[in-house]
């Protein structure tokens, strides 16, 4: 069979070049090797080598000739055993099918929501959710001891309990060991199972979170704390361009089992590179799972199904929640499904969507709200990627209004992304717009006066919560 | 500048910026005078115990083995028979011919991209040769000798190239970029020297599951200017990675000559000396000094002695990539005015000399290969090339992002199934 001679490109992002010059013409015999041409771009000149041996059969594009598309046939060249006279030029392609029917137009100032009636059914396809099986978090036995327990407390247990069950868990960053942590996470790892699984690292967070990586595709259960997210920047590069991806870019072959944990937003005073919400970065990167606790019951089960997880985790946690306390069963082995949101209260009027800190805002909201007859229901998100939308639009079917919470800038923020997800998918039941309530879109100021005003609070929740009820 | 003090303050001379300047620039005859070689032979080989600080002057000098006339002097010679010499130098013929035929088929549009390791097989093949099969190596882009000498099916490296139905990568990766866990080659990153670290918590967590396997990695010398090589090297040192860092050093990285990773203060190999690394600089165009500089980091680091950096020092022979022409920014006829040769054409010689190859056996072994990898060529043809529609199923594109399907991937997959029912039905 003939070959086809295609105009080649130096580089991937070539479009055309100029045919310098031919080397060869039709009659010749060439070996593979040969030069064949030479062509010019703007930046190089290149020689053209054939491949395969055989003979020129035709030449298509003269040489002098400016602006050949690459990909464009220039010679062919007859095969082993094949008459060179008998080649044909290849025939010109197929015309492109005609366009579909053009649709009707929405043309401005000619009355609205022309071809609505057709359009809309396309649109609102989402209306029902998806009925398939959804994780949900397992029953609590009756009669089971509830215990009071610190967010920081649950978090050790849930890696304690983990590293006991699986000797390829161990923790590395900077202070976990001898100094249990910057924020004491770690308290007692050191003690229980030694130098060798609870490592204290050199400080480069690009270091130790480019040899979690390693360690992990190595056979390990790695998780690797930051002393908190601020400092991950560094790490970024690793999380995402090797973590996230190295599976899907080995056709499966490398899996990266890690989590990357850490306090993650605002805490006290602590200005602005330290007092920053990487939630949306890490939401947007696909191989990822982020999770964002907010009480110790889900700190604890979620952070035993990352530690489980077969995939990369990076799990958000916060600073001013270490300290607080919640009610968490007693119960051997504590696990909570990843990607499920919560309905942390339920209510009927306006539904207030958070995660991490902002569920505490949220609910002291809900209550100040139910002062004033507003009956809020509050969902806490928990898993940021991948986002429990049912249970969103779940929600807003019955409320039909929408306002977000989120301790964070609000550009492309996971309140953006809900309230994407509720025009999206939930157009028809929204009476009013989704509100987002964040935090000033400024760097987070040092001075308290300034820190609290740039942050979200429960007021601001109450004014928007009123704004989409109407009252 | 418009911002300079106009009025100095004292009379010193002004201060003046040093920016590196390569020898030979193209139209300048080429010149390699600042290059200082070893004779053969004459470096001495520490024990693999040796403690780094007594070995500093190995970070500066090249250990080489094969001298002018082919023989292997000194006490790096490897004691190797000559079945195994010869097949050495028969990857390095195989690797120099696939190099040559995927340049070629990049030429005629079957694939977007590829890159030659020209000059540089004696780097991949004979390392990987003194390592263990199953120790796991974390490769740059120019050591697909590895693939080669661990008898990777070509065809799975064409098909690969050739992003078709049958790339084992399921065309989700730049050609090149291969990656397999069997043949322990961790897929190789775009973003430059990241397997560096990674490759050290590989060879920790090796030795924190008390294996026996060690971890190698590579890097050009410009890609030593990345925060990720001198992070690795600080874990490995304080934790005693069994590791061997390769810095590939052919002396450019596109267009920018070694000066401009630091190449004119110090060599590569000396990186090592300020984390307390034992470091080895060798002739990276002798097959045989590669060979035993290897083996000795791979015992020190299986014995628990710790990491080694070995420098290659070597020459890119042809352009960066199939974008680029190097002729546009070093001197034309470096390739042959280069003083360590061509890896192949050396050890070939040492062969010849010793009476166990010849020019015929040679040629012979070239032809085949080349007919090998033209064979494997049309076979991998036959599940298409780059733009002729066969490639993997598109619902491919949704597996393996997560281990399991979670289920917002699911719906977009079946959304996506039912438009292309409904656009070409069954």
């Known amino acids: 069979m003939a070959i086809e001679l295609k105009m080649p490109a130096l580089s991937p992002t070539m479009e055309e070049g100029t045919l310098a010059k031919w080397l060869v013409k039709e009659g010749d015999e060439v070996k593979s090797g040969d030069i064949l041409a030479e062509i010019e771009t703007d930046k190089a000149t290149m020689e053209f080598e054939a491949v395969d041996e055989g003979t020129i059969a035709k030449i298509l594009v003269a040489e002098g000739t400016d602006a050949v598309k690459v990909g464009t046939v220039i010679a062919m060249i007859a095969g082993e055993d094949e008459d060179a006279s008998t080649v044909e030029a290849p025939k010109a392609a197929p015309a492109a099918p005609a366009p579909a029917a053009a649709a009707p137009v929405d043309v401005p100032g000619e009355g609205k929501d022309v071809g609505r009636a057709e359009s809309e059914a396309e649109i609102t396809k989402h209306d029902a959710p998806p009925a398939k099986p959804r994780p949900s978090d397992p029953a609590i036995p009756d009669g089971t001891k509830m215990v009071t327990t610190t967010v920081r407390e649950a978090l050790r247990d849930a890696m304690a309990e983990e590293m006991r069950g699986d000797d390829r868990v161990f923790v590395m960053g900077e202070e976990v060991a001898e100094y249990q942590g910057a924020y004491k996470v770690t308290q007692g790892l050191l003690e229980e199972f030694g130098p060798a699984r609870v490592i204290d690292t050199p400080i480069t967070e690009y270091g130790f979170a480019g040899l979690g990586t390693g360690a992990a595709m190595g056979g390990l259960r790695p998780i690797v704390e930051f002393m908190t997210f601020n400092f991950a920047m560094q790490a970024i590069d690793h999380i995402i361009n090797s973590a996230a991806k190295t599976n899907y870019m080995s056709g499966g072959q490398m899996r990266c089992p890690i989590v990357f944990r850490g306090p993650n937003g605002a805490a006290s005073r602590v200005g602005a590179q330290h007092s920053q919400n990487y939630g949306p970065w890490y939401a947007s990167v696909p ?172 007021a601001r929740v109450v004014a928007a919560a009123r704004k989409v009820s109407y009252r | 500048m418009a911002d300079r003090q106009s009025t100095p303050k004292s009379n010193l001379a002004p201060l003046s910026l040093h920016v590196p300047e390569p020898p030979s620039r193209p139209g300048d005859a080429p010149d390699f005078s600042h290059v200082e070689i070893l004779k053969a032979g004459v470096t001495p080989r520490p024990a693999e115990d040796s403690d780094p600080a007594a070995m500093r002057d190995h970070a500066y000098g090249l250990v080489r083995v094969l001298d002018d006339d082919g023989a292997a002097v000194g006490p790096w010679a490897p004691k190797l028979d000559a079945e195994t010499k010869r097949r050495m130098l028969k990857y390095m013929l195989r690797v120099r011919a696939f190099d040559d035929r995927m340049y070629r088929a990049q030429r005629q549009g079957k694939t977007s991209f590829y890159m030659k390791c020209t000059g540089e097989e004696a780097v991949a093949i004979p390392a990987t040769m003194a390592l263990d099969r199953d120790d796991m190596c974390f490769p740059s882009y120019r050591q697909q000798g590895i693939l080669i000498a661990r008898d990777y099916p070509l065809i799975d490296m064409i098909n690969q190239i050739y992003s078709n139905s049958a790339d084992p990568l399921k065309g989700r990766q730049l050609p090149i970029m291969y990656s397999s866990r069997e043949h322990g080659f961790f897929s190789i990153s775009g973003n ?59 002396q450019w990285a596109i267009s920018s000559f070694s000066g401009f990773a630091g190449g004119e203060r110090t060599t590569f190999a000396a990186r090592g000396l300020g984390y307390g690394i034992a470091a080895l600089r060798v002739d990276g165009n002798d097959a045989l000094a590669v060979y035993a500089a290897t083996r000795w980091a791979a015992d020190r680091a299986r014995t628990n002695k710790g990491p080694t950096l070995i420098e290659h020092f070597t020459y890119r022979s042809e352009g960066h990539s199939t974008s680029d022409d190097p002729s546009g920014y070093r001197a034309a006829d470096e390739k042959t005015a280069w003083p360590l040769g061509d890896p192949i054409e050396r050890l070939k010689a040492h062969l010849v000399a010793s009476g166990e190859w010849d020019d015929d056996r040679h040629e012979a072994l070239r032809t085949e290969l080349s007919d090998e990898v033209k064979a494997a060529g049309k076979e991998a043809e036959k599940n298409g090339v780059l733009g002729h529609g066969l490639h993997q199923p598109f619902e491919t594109m949704f597996e393996d992002v997560y281990a399991d399907m979670p289920w917002h991937l699911r719906e977009q997959m079946e959304q996506a199934l039912a438009e292309k029912d409904a656009k070409w039905p069954k």
Not at chain 1, 379 to 385: K, N, P, Q, S
Not at chain 1, 413 to 434: H, K, N, R
């Open chain 2, 192 to 250: 430059l020297t990241t397997q560096y670290p990674q490759a050290v918590g590989y060879a920790m967590a090796s030795a924190a599951k008390g294996d026996t396997r060690i971890a190698a990695t590579w890097c050009g010398e410009g890609s030593t200017a990345e925060g990720d090589f001198h992070a690795a090297l600080t874990f490995a040192a304080v934790y005693n990675a069994p590791i061997i860092f390769n810095i590939v050093n052919n």
């Open chain 1, 287 to 458: 191989g990822l799972i982020v999770i964002a606790p907010y009480d110790a019951a889900d700190a604890k089960g979620l952070l035993k199904a990352a530690i489980r997880s077969e995939d990369p985790v990076v799990f958000l946690e916060n600073e001013l929640m270490y300290g607080k306390s919640f009610d968490i069963p007693d119960l051997d082995d504590h696990v909570l499904p990843i990607g499920k949101a919560r309905i942390v209260r339920e209510g009927a009027d306006v539904t207030l969507v958070s995660y991490s800190i902002g569920v505490g805002v949220a609910l002291e909201a809900a209550e100040m709200l139910a002062g004033e007859g507003i009956d809020a229901e509050v969902i806490d998100l928990r898993t940021l990627r991948p986002l429990d939308t049912v249970t969103v639009l779940e929600s807003l079917k019955k409320t039909n209004r929408v306002v977000v919470v989120e301790e964070g800038w609000p550009t492309c923020s996971i309140a953006s992304e809900i309230s994407a997800v509720c025009m999206e998918q939930g157009f028809d039941w929204l009476d009013a717009p989704v509100l987002r309530v964040t935090n000033e879109d400024v760097p987070l100021p040092y001075a308290a006066n300034l820190e609290k005003l740039a942050l979200v609070d429960a």
